[in-house]
């Protein structure tokens, strides 16, 4: 796989006016999902739910790609079409998470590392045969007393610049994702130290694993207060912190940035994007690649009548990619 077409693959997954949808919830994470609305955790309720959201009719519109999960892969829409397959057949390129989820980090009370280095080479080419060409790893960074430590964030920016290295060595994109957590009473600017920390440690990784900053994504948080801090910011604090600490740490060559809403409700998520793009040109495009953001309202009435409310679901999936399509070009107007 050339450099080029990792690069026209990562332009592709940030094209103007489109994000990504992440879908790509382990089993245990669509469990909790799953259970806070009343659906039953089993393996055809998460293949149907997943192709009611990959079907949403010209869901393409907004949606440059989606992450899958390792069981999504290997499933069909009721038809037997592989998602794989659908997606490519309708403009969506598939993307994978590879990472194993978090562990505790050994002598480091409160902090985590992400594992899933092992055979990570063998997985991938396997996901590429699949017709994944992106992946995903996601680090997660909590902020807390004495956390982070310099150690949990190095300890995962090397494990994130390994992974990085073996998708371009075999083909994929890789969608670097380190996550600093909004749980927690933490103000603003904490959050702006620890994520301004956590990116230049990094593309310091990067840079000293031969990742080529060309065929790289960011997804990214937000610089946001921490939930349960008393002083929430405005739209336009985030926005501008948000941007500050990305301009002040990641390469210009980089060819786009997507954020995690992370736990924001939908509005502040779109708002949020918004606000950012309306500030002016950025040295990347910056989108989005919402989980929940992008799949709450659906998932809510889905569950309320699983075949009555297929389409309305569907409807409501397609209203959520167009808002923050439009935000990604900052051209979002909250509804009155
Ligand atoms: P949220 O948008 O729900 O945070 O999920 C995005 C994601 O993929 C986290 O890894």
């Known amino acids: ?58 869901l393409d519109d907004y949606i440059s790609g989606a ?39 050994a002598g480091f009370p409160g902090e985590v590392v992400t594992e899933g280095l092992d055979g990570l080479r063998e997985r991938l080419e396997e996901y590429y045969r699949l017709g994944a060409r992106f992946a995903k790893w ?20 090397h494990a994130l610049a390994r992974y990085a290295a073996l998708c371009q060595e075999q083909g994929l994109v890789p969608m670097v994702e380190p996550e600093v957590l909004m749980d927690g009473e933490h103000d603003i600017e904490t959050c702006y130290e620890v994520t301004e920390a956590t990116l230049r440690s990094l593309f310091g990784a990067l840079y000293e694993h031969n990742v080529l900053l060309e065929g790289t994504i960011l997804k990214a ?12 910011a405005s739209v336009e604090e985030v926005a501008e912190s948000t941007v500050m600490c990305l ?17 924001q409700n939908d509005e502040d998520a779109t708002a949020h994007l918004n606000a950012m ?11 989005f690649s919402y989980g929940r953001a992008m799949q709450q309202a659906a998932m809510k009435l889905w569950s309320k009548n ?31």
């Not at 948080?221 to 929430?232: D, L, P």
């Open 277 to 287: 793009n309306q500030m002016g040109t950025h040295p990347w495009p910056l989108s």
């Open 1 to 58: 796989m050339s450099i080029e077409q990792l690069a026209e693959t990562a332009q592709a997954m940030v094209a103007t006016g489109k994000g990504i949808i992440a879908i790509d919830e382990s089993s245990s994470t669509i469990a909790k999902r799953f259970a806070a609305v009343g659906i039953e955790n089993i393996e055809e309720n998460r293949r149907a739910y997943r192709e009611l959201l990959l079907t949403t009719p010209k």
């Open 221 to 232: 948080s937000m610089v946001i207060a921490g939930k349960e801090c008393k002083e929430q």
């Open 138 to 157: 996601r680090a997660v960074i909590n902020i807390g007393d004495d956390v982070p430590t310099g150690t949990c964030i190095e300890a995962n920016a």
């Open 247 to 263: 301009k002040s740490t990641v390469p210009a060559i980089l060819p786009g940035i997507v954020f995690l809403s992370g736990g």
């Open 306 to 336: 699983m075949s009555g409310n297929f389409a309305k679901a569907q409807e409501t999936v397609y209203a959520r990619a167009r808002d923050n399509g439009l935000a990604a070009v900052g051209q979002w107007k909250p509804s009155p």
């Open 67 to 105: 992450i899958l999960y390792d069981e999504t892969i290997r499933q069909s829409t009721k038809d037997g079409v592989p998602f794989a397959k659908y997606m490519a057949d309708h403009g969506m390129i598939p993307g994978i998470k590879v990472d194993k989820g978090t562990y505790p980090l």
